[in-house]
């Protein structure tokens, strides 16, 4: 026979508290199986019928990790578990969340991309990095490096620093080469579908949706039942290959990691895929993996150090910019597929001229990636050649994509030049690769 005994624990904030307490007190005399909840601050037991588990048991074997237990009758309602849908904390979270992304879109901070000509983009896929990282709580990688710690501090309790340092480090190495062949890889299937921009636009939206999905899982908002929670079962499995004592396993772990269902990694997977290029895929994929190296050298350090109120709100200030990244990337998904132009009501008409029967039209693509001017009037009827003029780094606005023409071309540096037939009238949005600076092209 066997019986079910539920604890509150208190001290656990993500998947990786989950795993921690499962893997420990599974070990103890008589349990025949643990259920953790980081949401509900619970763990349940199955125990054979004559067991005997203390909360001082519990305590002792998980009191390295900050873990503390508190014994609840089953009958009882559970603490802990999430706050229910609150109006006036969403309204709050909204206005928040509007704010910054005011600010960050004023300050130019939202104009980035993945390509691998500007520095700022490069800094924002470092940022996205950095977030997932920390958001230990929606990066199932955070549960396995915890795991990869937990087994080397176990084994290795007589080690010097350097000694536990190591399978970290080898954690990370694999994780970043593994990250570059395998971002290779997707850069050259992406090359081979030659993506279109407008399902370069429809990816774009997919990983705007998959980011928005993820800040509003950080900042607990909504009840637990709308939200997306990665299989624990998956990150059990790849767990039980930390108990091998190979040197080569946490290099190995690190590789696979660009596998695991996160909603971060696979929105720069989706980049990736869209540049269509090995070259530049691998290195998004390397610069991404760099920005979680920080958090996942020091997570077992953060996850017990970080606790209580400081946690909680890092974890929703890092799902405000989750969720401003998402907004930013509907708005580029929408310039792709042509849905969205610059606003033109109060544009100054830029002036043309004539030179053998064309007209002639005069831009600036700026190091800044922005077009100047942004909004350029022809008359209906009469051929068009359109005069570029593209500063030495342009970012994403190297290519240059007009979606209702079906334009797609290539900006060099210097002088560049695109004949165009004569349109008719109406509006033609014009965007860069990624949608990130936008155009507008008026035909009177």
Known sequence: ??????????????????????????????????????????????????????????????ASYGYRFEGIDPSASLPGIPKPFSWPRFGATAVIVIAAYVLLKRTGLLAFSPAVEGA???????????????????????????????AAAKKREESTFMQKLRPHLLFNVGRIVGFAALGALTGLVGSVLSLSSSLNGALILAIAVFMIGLGINL?????SSFKIHPPKALSRHIVALTESTHPAVPFVLGTLTYFLPCGFTQSMQLYALSTGSPSQAAFIMVV????????????????????????????????????VLGISNL?????????????????????????????????EVTSSALYVPDVLSVAAGIPIKWEINGA????????????????SVRLYPGYNELVLDPLEPGTYPFTCSMGMTSGTLIVR
Request: glycine content about 10%; hydrophobic content about 50%.
């Open 1 to 62: 026979m066997a019986k079910t005994i539920r604890f509150h624990v208190l001290g656990t904030n993500c998947a990786a508290c989950e795993i921690v307490l499962e893997r420990e007190l599974k070990a103890l005399p008589g349990v025949i199986s643990v259920n953790a909840s980081h949401q509900s601050g619970r763990v349940e037991f199955v125990v054979e019928d004559d067991a005997d588990v203390h909360v001082r048991d519990l305590d002792e074997r998980v």
């Open 120 to 150: 700022t983009s490069l800094g924002a896929v470092f940022l996205i990095g950095l977030v997932a990282a920390f958001s230990s709580c929606t990066a199932m990688v955070g549960g396995l490096v915890v795991a990869v710690s937990s």
């Open 219 to 223: 900042l607990d908002v909504l009840p």
């Open 392 to 407: 030495r780094q342009m970012g994403c606005a190297s290519t240059l994509v007009v979606p209702k023409l079906r334009i």
């Open 288 to 323: 991404f993996a760099l920005g979680t190296m920080p958090a996942l050298l020091g997570i077992g350090a953060a996850t017990s150090a970080v606790r209580g109120k400081s946690l909680s709100y890092l974890t929703k200030a890092a799902g405000v910019i989750v969720v």
């Open 331 to 363: 708005q580029n998904g929408a310039a792709l597929l042509g849905w969205s132009s610059s606003s033109v009501g109060s544009a100054p008409e830029v002036p043309t001229f004539m030179e053998d029967g064309q007209q002639v039209l005069q831009m």
